[in-house]
């Protein structure tokens, strides 16, 4: 720790800061080969809580070769000390410059966080732009959800590591310290890199466009390298390596439990929905597997809480085995299990039963459209009785306070069935008063909707996302039809939402824009306080950008996309069916039901409920 | 098993990083090193069990302390040395377990507490004279409560008992009230040298920390 104690003392929450907490993996930095600094781009409380991060400091700290150490970004308190007293970006364990690590890794978790990831360069003294870096600099390599499209920050990272990170990153390792050992030349390895599977290096591949400003072509610079980056993915999740401890931060964090990752991927194919494609195919693992590594991790955090994380958790295939063998050492250990998500044409009253979290607060149900014709527009496939019914469970076992999330300015959606979320919420005070053992409170029902962001790999990739005045008339329209005082209606601001969109389909163009947001100091653009849609509007109109050619327009099915160069296994013609067949408003089965086709078994997979994979 | 739960307390020091930690955070770390301890906590018995654990004085962010005390119980009976060893190897490092033994006395008769204030200032001439004379007469300071700010002389409620000034720093070592009604923050020593000497500057950085703690009379160290 080398921040002086009067600059600690001048910040809020200065823990964020010292390091040293309990967990933190200590190693002699003359005696390991490859330091590796892992950088979140947001906050401590944020980045402590991330599922990834935690999995691959485990995964490389394994390494005898290897040190993994945490970077976050400082809050704007501190980012303004550091920057009065030419203090650098350093490094929770050792206190380190950041600019002296071999490797610094960026977890991409939101496209919202891109200007700090620029930022935290700065800090760091690390030339932003790849080109700039030259073989003494640092290797600058992303991964995470935001990499399945990471063009428009692409010229700022060397690689990317497409898809699930486990092997692939122990892979980067092995060949950067190879390549260290006999004179480290970036060109060279780049080369090598880009020949590892799942290992994207966005300069090896030049776009180039057409007038309209379209991608007109992509050109591989070598011969020997893919044309497409196929994602990674493990095919065995019991045999994934997972944390045996974790780093107990000193101050409450977002996720601040043991988090147990039960299966990867979700059978059911929301049209809107990004992980659902991307994590496929399914994979799960075994409830022994689980409740081993969850008596571990219990054994040595010492946390009193466990989580049980997926997309969709009550769709495990042995949710029951799993709490019931949970369950037999919990309660004595006073550990309360908590679910992230249900879906409420499965959540029973065996399951509120069992889990805490379910027993006391407020419940949480997606039905995410109002009406079942949207809902079978978007494949979401509750029914409003499913809904109903979930509550009245709710209120029989002694809830009062329901939330409901939706999603505004879906593909084909009308005032009516904006209309619909309103009725649907008016329906669960109506059933609250039909049940007759509900408790004696007065029944809440909060709405929150978000506004649609059109996501790469998805089967509405192609869909404009809805104008900035046609949102807000949507949730002014909404507002005004819900008098019942009973009835919360929360909602997203929609100009984040629309710079979330640009981004998110975004391609190299874009990197300007991001250079020239950096340039005028904006930063933590996921927080409400320092976002400024007004200065991102001048921001790419400094630099000759339409927003709207990313975030309104509606792309061409022949067209090529930024992320076509990359093969998740979903295949392009999958998703353009399942575009036709929203249109049609037409659900799709999931895959526990029947196999759809949607080309992700060809990765391969253990416990996985594609037909092709089962033995 | 014991019929009653025994009432324990632990001597600890809370150094390094673990003095930016707060009371609250402090409360969360130490819960869950109980956990991985495996000591034979004691639990409260509601619909929300959990160890109760009641520490000594409060100490600001930022500062160490070599005195800190916590009382909680426990359903086995156990050699101090051992519930020693076991919560050492729980806690992180900057937190450590120095006694632990059965609690004769009680927090409230907590009086006074030294404090070794270290100040990395530029050397400057009689700065021990300077010091000594600065701290003789009252001390007036700024103190804000819920009922507004007013200036207090918190003379009556602190001695300074040592001064030095070696390899460009100044070491004072304090006596102050812990009193609840009485109570002084090192900081407004430090506040007020400021005012009076010009230092610390905002430049100059210094460590604060608690190195002893007495019952009322302000010369018993408190057990």
Sequence with gaps: MKIPERILRSVEKP?????????????????????????????YEIGMSNLGVRILYDVLNARDDTWCERVYAPWVDMEECMRREGIPLWSHESGDPVSCFDIVGFSLQYELCYTNVLNML???GIPLLAADRDDTAPLVVGGGPCTYNAEPIADYFDLFMIGEGEEVIEELVSLYKEHKKKGFHKEKFLHEAANLEGIYVPSLYAVSYQDDGT??????????????????ILTDLDRAPYPKTLVMPFIQTVQDKITLEVYRGCIRGCRFCQAGMVWRPVREKSPEVLDRA????????????????????????CIRELTDELLTWTDERKISLSLPSLRADSFTKELMERISTVRTGSLTFAPEAGTQRLRDVINKNVREEDILRACRTAFEGGKSQVKLYFMQGLPTETNEDLDGIAALAEHVIDEYYRTPDRPRKTPGVTISAACFIPKPFTPFQWEPQCRMETLLEKQSYLERKITNRKIKYNYHDARVSRIEAVFARGDRKLSAALAEAHRRGMRFDSWDEHFHYDRWLEVFDAVGIDPAFYANREFGEEEILPWDNIDIGVTKAFLLR????????QPTKNCRESCSGCGADKLGGERACCPSLKK | MLSEPKKVRVKFSKTGSLKFISHLDLNRTVKSAFIRSKLPIWYTQGFNPHP??????????????????????????????????????????????????????????????????RIEAVPMDAAEERVREALSGPIPVEKTTK????TVDIAPYGKLLAVKSASGEIVLSVRLSCEEKT?????YILEFLTQKLGFPSERDDYTVCRTEVYFLDGETPFL
């Design chain 1, 15 to 43: 823990a964020r800061y010292t390091g040293g907490e309990w967990g933190q993996i200590l190693k002699d930095k003359n005696a390991v080969e490859v330091r590796f600094a892992f950088c979140f781009p947001d906050t």
């Design chain 1, 122 to 124: 700065e800090l760091a």
């Design chain 1, 215 to 232: 991608i007109a072509a992509v050109h591989p610079k070598y011969d020997d390298i893919p044309v497409k980056i196929k994602k990674r």
């Design chain 1, 294 to 317: 969850a008596k571990v991790l219990a054994d040595a955090t010492g946390y009193d809480e466990m989580t049980l994380s997926s997309l969709s958790i009550s769709d495990y295939s």
């Design chain 1, 578 to 585: 399942e575009r036709h067949r929203a249109y049609a408003a």
């Design chain 2, 52 to 117: 109760k654990t009641v520490f000594s004085l409060p100490l600001s962010v930022g500062t160490a302390s070599l005195c800190e005390f916590m009382d909680f119980k426990m359903t086995k009976e156990m050699s101090g040395d051992a519930i020693c060893e076991r919560l050492n190897a729980a806690f992180p490092a900057g937190l450590h377990a120095l006694a632990a033994y059965a609690p004769q006395t009680k927090f409230s008769e907590i009086g006074w507490a030294d404090y070794e204030i």
């Design chain 2, 147 to 150: 009922a507004g700010t007013r």
């Design chain 2, 183 to 187: 109570f002084v923050n090192p900081k």
